[in-house]
Every structure is written in structure tokens, then in C-alpha cells.
């Protein structure tokens, strides 16, 4: 039996300009918390996971605010692992992954939301 992992990965800063809001991590908690009980209460599907934060390293675009971008960050990872899960058609888990991430991209606020799943990544 294989597992099936997957992983969303968000800024917690409101986009990319220097000062623009940043949530602390216990706001996306939050956002994950709410979007799993109300799912729960309409019996639709969910992942489970554990939320992390980090700090995301890239080359700027803007240069004047020096050569890297610095950016508070969360990822939220998982595995499908137990037989019930495994059965999950692929399709069904990806609409999941893809409802969470768009909850977490218009509760914080994000131009992209990026989703890890199996072999294949997307963002919203």
C-alpha cells in the first residue's frame, strides 16, 4: 500500500510589498480549523495535517529592496496512509486540497496558494 502525501504551501504576508500585513500562524490555524468543521458538519471530505511555519527564500523581482525576498510562510502537509484513505479516488482528494487552499487563500489574503499532491503541484 503506497501512501498519498500532499502539501500546501502559503504566504503569510499579504502580498509582496515591503510592510504589507502578516498574519501570525495561529490565524491560518484558525482558517484550517473552521474549514474542517464546517466540512465535517456537511459530511464532505478533508485531510488532515500538521501546519508549520517557515520563511521562504526567492530572487527578488524588485531589486531595489536588495537581490532576495524574505517571506513569512506556512505549509500545511500531509499523507493519505490508512486503508480508508488510500481508497480515495485522486480526483476527490485534489478538490479537497484545492477547497482548503482557497479558503486560505482569501482568509489571508493571497495571490497564489500552491498544492503539492503525489507528483504533481498547482497553485490557485
Known amino acids: 500500500m503506497k501512501k498519498k ?3 500546501i504551501t502559503f504566504s503569510l504576508q499579504e502580498g509582496y510589498k515591503p510592510g504589507a500585513k502578516v498574519h501570525r500562524i495561529n490565524f491560518a490555524a484558525r482558517i484550517i480549523k473552521e474549514w474542517m468543521t464546517e466540512r465535517l458538519a456537511d459530511k464532505q471530505p478533508v485531510v488532515s495535517g500538521l501546519l508549520q511555519a ?3 527564500f526567492f530572487p527578488a523581482k524588485d531589486t531595489a529592496n536588495g537581490m532576495v525576498t524574505v517571506s513569512p510562510t506556512a505549509i500545511f502537509t500531509g499523507e493519505l496512509s490508512s ?6 479516488k485522486n480526483k ?3 478538490q479537497t486540497l484545492e477547497s482548503l ?3 486560505l ?3 489571508l489574503k493571497q495571490e497564489s496558494v500552491f498544492i503539492v499532491y503525489r507528483d504533481t503541484n498547482w497553485c490557485v
Open 92 to 94: 476527490e482528494v485534489k
Open 101 to 103: 487552499a482557497m479558503v
Open 54 to 56: 517557515g520563511t521562504l
Open 83 to 88: 486503508p480508508e484513505d488510500i481508497s480515495r
Open 105 to 107: 487563500k482569501e482568509g
Open 5 to 7: 502525501s500532499y502539501k
